[in-house]
């Protein structure tokens, strides 16, 4: 890809700490946490949409499928945060 993407480790922990609050208080307010999950998979999408070109996107979208295995649970993130 020609795009790259620069973003430290720290600065990812602190927007998914950040988006997984906001899930948490939208799902205190009643919303499905299904709804906010495909929210912000569909704003994540558009926005790589919108900055790559077609095959950059297609990569992005591809690598992402790729990694489905290797995403991690709140559950078993919790667990990993309690042993730390």
Do not use: P, W
Request: charged share 25%.
């Amino acid at each position: 890809m020609t795009a790259t993407i620069e973003a430290t480790d720290e600065e990812l922990m602190a927007m998914e700490i950040s988006y997984a609050n906001l899930t948490h208080k939208f799902v205190e307010e009643g919303f499905s946490q299904y709804a906010c999950a495909a929210s912000m998979v569909k704003l994540a999408f558009m926005i790589y949409k919108s900055s790559l070109n077609a095959e950059e996107y297609n990569e992005m979208i591809n690598s992402i499928s790729d990694s489905r295995d290797r995403i991690k649970s709140f559950s078993e993130i919790e667990k990993f945060s309690r042993l730390n």
